[in-house]
């Protein structure tokens, strides 16, 4: 269609391009660019895209969740060079407190205080252990009250009505353990509930609720437990040689790991691993482990003794919630008597937690 002539060129206003700018600005387009104008534009156009693109540019969350991912990794990849050194270097900051606990237990064996002691110890703030005399099995014998409370309270989790179950108390002659350590026991004919159960069993190691707890649930329970924690099944008559049947036997590291899930959560949910925390700190024994320890410490423990003819036992395993350090440590000792074992765990605990809190 032609233009009439008496039309009016178009009014840049309203949109349109005249023509002879248009074919202006295409001649623009078709000459040379200068490479210092090239050179200008394409350097910073690069630099934002490099920091933009790269791994080392990130947001306070980004680096946090590469930072996690990179943990994640490392510990998928074991054996590396970067996890080897990494293990290497944690072991070389307890390595001060281990050499102070072997001089120590050199000294006591000279005095002829034990047969054997095993320490466990796990800086919890920076995950550093260290392990000594890793191999040797002992009876945990009161300590297995803790992997006894677990198992309830993975059930509880399941059925919180099981707290409130009762059960009467009638003394078995067969479930009598000789216990030199003792506080408030169960009454006979006495009903009692689970939680009460619990409570005296942790709280006063009473070996009356462990037994009547352990007589109402399936003992397969417990060989779940320590397959789930990794725990050997070590059955061994040697240690107790006057009991006909065979006990339980465990490492120091091995027992330490019914400690380890309470704290991180890991087998039970949060609310009934902090109740089962809450009430290892309230138990009344505090003639072992506590003696080494400041008293304003929050310190959920347990300890074990068992007294044969001519050999005792003693272990007391705990998590110490030093402020900004705590650490899970674990002590089992056999020896000819029970005070000079007690004596010497103290003294191992004192010296653990000096080095401890002076990090």
């Known amino acids: 269609m032609s233009t009439p002539k008496n039309s009016k060129p178009a009014d840049k206003k309203n949109g349109a391009i005249p023509k002879k700018e248009t074919k202006k600005g295409l001649k623009l387009l078709k000459k040379p660019i200068p490479l210092y104008i090239f050179i200008l534009i394409f350097i910073p156009l690069f630099s934002v895209g490099f920091f933009v693109y790269s791994p080392h540019f990130y947001s306070p969350g980004s680096h946090n969740e590469l930072r996690l991912l990179e943990s994640n990794a490392n510990k998928d990849v074991q054996g590396s060079e970067s996890d080897t050194g990494l293990v290497v270097q944690k072991e070389k900051m307890l390595t001060p407190t ?15 205080a034990f047969t054997s002691a095993s320490v466990y110890l796990n800086d919890l703030s920076t995950g550093a252990q260290i392990d000594i005399n890793p191999d040797e099995l002992y009876d945990p014998a009161s300590i297995m009250k803790v992997p006894c409370l677990i198992i309830y309270l993975k059930e509880v989790e399941k ?4 707290m409130k179950r009762k059960f ?16 408030q026991t169960l009454e006979k004919g006495k009903t009692y509930t689970v939680e009460q159960l619990l409570y005296y069993m942790i709280v006063y190691s009473d070996n009356q609720a462990f037994w009547l707890l352990c007589d109402n649930i399936d003992n397969i329970k417990f060989e779940e437990l ?32 019914y400690f380890s899930v309470l704290y991180n959560a890991t087998y039970l949910n949060k609310k009934w691993s902090d109740y089962a925390i809450d009430l290892l700190t309230h138990s009344n024994y505090r003639d072992g482990m506590l003696k080494g320890i400041d008293q304003n410490v929050k310190v959920a423990h347990k300890f074990g003794e068992r007294i044969e003819v001519g050999q005792a036992e003693f272990h007391e395993f705990g998590i110490v919630y030093l402020k900004n350090h705590p650490y899970l440590v674990g002590i089992m000792t056999r020896g000819k008597q029970l005070n000079p074992l007690q004596n010497m765990l103290s003294e191992l605990s004192r010296i653990v937690f000096d080095e401890m809190k002076g990090k």
């Open 98 to 112: 281990k050499n102070k606990i072997n001089s120590f237990l050199e000294q006591k064996n000279r005095e002829d």
């Open 159 to 162: 059925n919180p009505t099981l």
């Open 226 to 257: 320590n397959k789930e924690l990794g725990i050997p099944k070590n059955m061994d008559k040697i240690i107790h040689p006057n009991n006909s049947g065979q006990n339980f036997v465990a490492t120091v590291g091995s027992v330490s790991r």
């Open 168 to 183: 009467l108390f009638k003394p078995s002659a067969t479930n009598l353990y000789s216990a030199t350590i003792k506080d």
